[in-house]
Structures are given as C-alpha cells and as structure tokens.
C-alpha cells in the first residue's frame, strides 16, 4: 500500500537564531526536524496533522558537538547516536552514554537519529532518557525569548510528552562527570525486533566502598510507566546496605514492580512489562557492581 505524507511547508534555517525566530513566527504550528526517524514515521502516520511547517534544523552545526568544562559533559542536541559511541571524550567520561548507543536501533538509524530527538519525542521507553537519568543530567531549552534548564527526571511529563514549550527548541543537554570510581550499566529488553523500541530498559550508576557498601545508587527504569521513572525510594534503600547482603538488596528490588505502572500493548502485557521492571533494573545493578569490583554468585543470576 502506497503511504502519502501529509502536506506541509518545509524551511531550512541556516543557524540557531533563525531557526528560533522562524519556531516564534509560527506559534505552536511547526514540528522540528532533526534525524527524522521517529518525525517520518510519525508523518507516514499522519499523526502530525495539525503542524503546517516542518523546520528542518540540520544545518545548525553549532548544536553538534561534545564537551567538556568545568567537570561538565555538554552535549548538543543535534549529536547523532553513533557520535556518542565514537567519541574517546564520550568513553573516558560517561562510558554510558556510549554504551547505549552500541544497543541503539541499526547502524542506519545511529548515523541519523540525534540525541535531542531521542528526548524530545518523550517515548517512554527512550533508551537515553534513563540513562541521563541516573547521570542526573539537565536539558537546556531555548527560544527567542528565554533560555530555561530543565532537570531530566521532571522533562518527561507523559508518554511522547516532553516539558517543552511554544517556541522553545531543545539545545543541550547536560551533566557533571561522575567521579572515577562510579560504575554505570544499561540493559535492554529488546522490542519484536531489534531494530525498535526497547519493552523494557534499565540503567544504574554505583559507588561501593572499600568494604562493599552500596556508598551511592542511581537507577532508572523505561517502558514500564507514562514517562522513564528515576527509582529514588529504591535508591535510598539501598544505600548503606553491603552487597554481601544481597538477600536484602533483591527484597528491595523486588518491590519496583509496585512503582511501576505499565499499560499492556501488542509487545507485552502490563503484568510481564511490570515482572521484567524488577528482572531489568536488578540486571542493572548487577552490571554496574560487577564493573564496581563486586563478582558474586548471589548476584549473578538473571
Ligand atoms: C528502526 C528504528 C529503530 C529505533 N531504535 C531505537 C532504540 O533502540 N532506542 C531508542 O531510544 N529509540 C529508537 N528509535 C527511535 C528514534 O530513532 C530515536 O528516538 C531518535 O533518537 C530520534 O531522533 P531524531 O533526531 O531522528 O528525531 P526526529 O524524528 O527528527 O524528531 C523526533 C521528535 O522530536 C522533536 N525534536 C527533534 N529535535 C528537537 C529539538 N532539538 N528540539 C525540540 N524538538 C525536537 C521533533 O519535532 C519530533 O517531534 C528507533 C527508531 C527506528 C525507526
């Protein structure tokens, strides 16, 4: 069957200013641009009706970069995914970030799709909303009037719905580099196929001590609620526990499955997505302890 795109207006602004003034011009009836993966789809679908311009934001270089100042990994929003698992600056400072991206879609996809497009459209199982989560990054949005930041645990307001405004395009997105010692992880359950979507992902940051206590704990689960879920109640918990006892870690852990509050689709009933909340985020900790210096049988099963 022949899909037609809806009609629309298409600009090409050269540089961030004009690409704002062109988002303030059309007030709320424009749709940005940026790999298009997830916009072409939508397009196909016909579910962006209503947006008349399409602003197309690839020619603003100035958004495409990594950087680091003052203990802070900057990254613009037009970085694409496979720059993130390239870059030695990227794998130095936040391994994770790169380790996301080896586990993002194809090679095709990675090539185009950016990370502010990741976030911006606000899946609630986007692979890097998790992972910013637990690196407590921060979002920075701009338009012609202001320039706001936004913590990544309060962007997601709902599934595909992301805290930004009229006008406004999301321009960086930012973290303080955790220190040497802090131990990251990411893990998926993939969708039907590979290529799409994850039914549920998990990412955790871990510092233990030098007599294996849990000293500081991060973890965020996607997939399994409206928006990617920052765990903190767990993390408090955690905190201060010695993974020799894990029997007391896993009774905590369990009980993600009553902070999470999955719908069902034609993937995964809410009931599984809500059994495997708990299976992924212990997967995570366990990945994240293990690079932490902590091998253990009892923490080693799936
Ligand atoms: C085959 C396939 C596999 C995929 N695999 C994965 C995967 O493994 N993990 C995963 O998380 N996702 C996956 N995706 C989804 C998609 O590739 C990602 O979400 C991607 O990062 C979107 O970025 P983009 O640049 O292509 O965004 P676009 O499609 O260009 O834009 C997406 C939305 O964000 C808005 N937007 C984009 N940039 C900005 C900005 N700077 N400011 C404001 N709004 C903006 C657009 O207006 C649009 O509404 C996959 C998609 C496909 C088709």
């Given at each position: 069957m022949k899909t037609l795109m809806p009609y629309f207006e298409y600009v090409r602004p050269s540089n961030l200013e004009e690409a704002l003034n062109i988002l303030e011009k059309h007030d709320g009836s424009a749709e940005v641009l940026a790999g298009g993966t997830d916009l072409l789809v939508k397009l196909k679908d016909k579910l962006s009706y209503d947006k008349k311009t399409i602003i197309d934001i690839n020619r603003l270089r100035e958004l495409d970069y990594v950087r680091k100042a003052d203990g802070v990994l900057a990254v613009g929003a037009l970085t694409r995914i496979e720059t993130l698992s390239r870059s030695k600056l990227v794998r130095e400072t936040a391994p994770l970030l790169a380790e996301v991206a080896y586990e993002f879609g194809t090679w095709q996809i990675r090539n185009t799709a950016t990370l502010g497009g990741n976030l911006a459209n606000a899946s609630n199982a986007n692979d890097y909303g998790v992972a910013l989560m637990v690196l407590d990054a921060k979002i920075k949005l701009k338009s012609v009037r202001q320039e706001r930041e936004v913590s990544v645990d309060k962007f997601f307001l709902a599934n595909h719905k992301a805290d930004i405004r009229t006008g406004e395009l999301l321009v960086e997105i930012s973290f303080p580099v955790p220190s040497q010692d802090c131990r990251t992880a990411f893990v998926k359950m993939e969708g039907?196929?590979?290529?799409?979507?994850?039914?549920v992902n998990s990412a955790a940051l871990t510092r233990l001590s030098p007599s294996l206590t849990i000293e500081e704990v991060r973890i965020a689960v996607g997939g399994v609620s409206p928006t990617p879920l920052r765990l903190r109640s767990v993390e408090e918990r955690l905190r201060g526990l010695s993974v020799a006892e894990w029997e007391e870690i896993e009774s905590v852990l369990r009980d993600v499955r009553n902070l999470v509050n999955p719908s069902s689709s034609n993937v995964a009933s809410k009931v599984y997505r809500a059994e495997m909340s708990y299976v992924y985020v212990k997967r995570a900790l366990q990945a994240a302890l293990s690079r932490a210096g902590f091998y253990s049988s009892i923490a080693g099963g799936g």
């Open positions: 039907r196929e590979s290529s799409s979507y994850p039914v």
